[in-house]
């Protein structure tokens, strides 16, 4: 694991056969904070590795992304909880300047901006997904985003508020908006986007793609909530 920091976090870390992956992923959270895996029903010994290297492992058996980074927060104790993917596309290591963020008030939400390392790691169709729905997120909350990406930080008791109800690849957009609602201060870091191990389970097609960003589109149609602050 990393340096240790100061301040220390949960890392949630959804998990659907990502056996390869977690042993660099695990290895890059930062020393001193605890990683949770969540389970979603692998095939591959996921769990069991990612025990053996020291995690906390939560088996969610309802399938979704949006279940697994639900069930993970919910299992999560510290002050600051951090999501990433497991399949080694994103360093967890990055999360500490995120969370210093928000611990010195700076910021409530941070997202990290997917920058590809080069060419061929974001495919054309899941780019072009990506952007329509980042034109949507900025009508809809008025948020300069650029991109809806998996590596996040924030308060765990804010994030609990929140009310976060979407089980399927929805909630991590769920979140933005919600917080969008909440009148929280919502800001974008440039992070590497690093070649995956294995085949995406949302955006590895056209298909998945498009049929993400049209299930995304019932969480922006929503009316806005009222709803707390962060704090």
Not at 3 to 20: K, S
Not at 143 to 160: C, E, F, M, N, T
Request: with cysteine; proline share 6%; aromatic share 6%.
């Amino acid at each position: 694991m990393t340096a240790l920091t100061a301040t220390t976090a949960d890392v949630v870390l959804p998990c659907l056969d990502e056996a390869r992956a977690l042993p660099w992923v695990l290895s890059r959270v930062p020393r001193g904070w605890r990683a949770i895996v969540v389970d979603n029903g692998s095939a591959d010994g996921s769990a069991g590795v990612a025990a053996a290297l020291g995690a906390t492992v939560v088996h969610e058996p309802r399938r979704g992304f949006g279940a697994a980074c639900h069930a993970g927060l919910r299992a999560a104790e510290a002050e600051f909880v951090c999501f990433c993917d497991c399949d080694a596309s994103l360093d967890p290591g990055l999360l500490t300047g995120f969370v210093d963020r928000v611990a010195a008030g700076r910021a409530d939400l941070v997202l990290g901006r997917r920058r590809p390392e080069r060419r061929g790691v974001w495919p054309a169709h899941a780019r072009a997904g990506n952007l329509a729905l980042a034109r949507m997120i900025r009508a809809r909350t008025g948020l300069g985003l650029h991109d809806l990406g998996p590596l996040r930080a924030a308060r765990r008791s804010a994030l609990l508020g929140l009310g976060l109800t979407d089980r399927r690849s929805g909630y991590p957009l769920e979140m933005v908006v919600k917080a969008a609602d909440a009148g929280w201060r919502v800001e974008e870091r440039d992070v590497p986007y690093l070649p995956r191990e294995g085949r995406s389970k949302v955006t590895g097609t056209w298909r998945g793609t498009w049929h993400a960003v049209r299930d995304m589109r019932a969480v922006l149609a929503a009316p806005a909530a009222e709803g707390a602050g962060p704090r």
